[in-house]
Every structure is written in structure tokens, then in C-alpha cells.
């Protein structure tokens, strides 16, 4: 099994029971590979994006456990320690990560939910690919879709994407 399968099955399996975490991931998952391929990342980076939209909110469920809620700062902060414990396991099992990739796969864990001082083009898919499944799920309203459209879509593909999916005027 690839590695980007054995972390979907590993997530699957983590979030088992709760249909709409696996649901988020796999869409979030699959905007981050789509927008990569057509913003033209380079094959390294497009494969730490797919790690990190896999594992994004591998802390939301330890957050719900200490906190009781899923607050974006305390997933941050909880996320990368629990992916740090996933890719120790995946070493045994045999699977090569560069601790270069962990490193940037953890701090993207640690910052999907900050939108200010994006460092890279991994970064800015993720929050932009995380905010078009979000203001899906959370029905957000039209004022607050036009109003990430305007602060948060920066890639051409992802501003294409928000406009079509939410039917914006240019």
C-alpha cells in the first residue's frame, strides 16, 4: 500500500465512527491534490500536501477529549505530537518519510488555521482547500463565502473553484 493510502486507512480507522471527519478529510484530501496538480507544485511538495490534508485534523479528537470542543487553536496545537506517534508507527512498518517532510507536514498541522503569514504554496492550497469544504459543511452564508472568496482564495484554481462551486460574480 502506497503511503498516502496507509494514511487515509490509518485516519479511516482513527476516526472510525465519525462520518464527517472521514468525509472532510477525503474532500479536503482531494482539493489539495487537485488544486497542486493544476497550480503545477513539484512532485516532493504535492506529496506532503496530500500527507498534511490527510492528517490535518488529527487533533480535533484529542481536542474534544481534554477540551470538549474542536477549537482550531487547541487541534493546532494537539495535532502534530499524535502525527509524530502515526509516523513512528509507519517507520516500523517500513514506510520512508524524510524528517524534512514530517517536519513541514507537522507544521502545517499546526498552522491550517491561521491565515496570516502563509509561507508556501503547500500552505495556501491547504487553508484554501480546507475553506471550500468547510463553508460547504458549516453552510456558511453568502456574506461569509464572498468574504474568504475576497481574504482567504489566492491561487488561480482555488479562486476558480470558490467562484463555480459558489456561484460568485468575478
Sequence with gaps: MNIINRLIDWMITYDCGDTKRIQHLIKVHAL???IGELEGIDAGTLGTLE???ILHDIGIKE???QFGNCNGSNQERLGPPIAMTLFDELAEEGY?????????ICYLIAH???????DGLDYRILVEADFLVNMWENKYAPEAIHG?????FVTH???SICRRMFGLED
Design 32 to 34: 489539495c491534490k487537485y
Design 51 to 53: 500527507m498534511a490534508a
Design 63 to 65: 481536542s474534544e477529549t
Design 96 to 104: 520512508v518519510i524524510s524528517q524534512t517532510t514530517i517536519d513541514r
Design 112 to 118: 491550517h488555521h491561521t491565515y496570516d503569514n502563509i
Design 148 to 152: 474568504a472568496y475576497e481574504n482567504i
Design 157 to 159: 484554481t482555488g479562486r
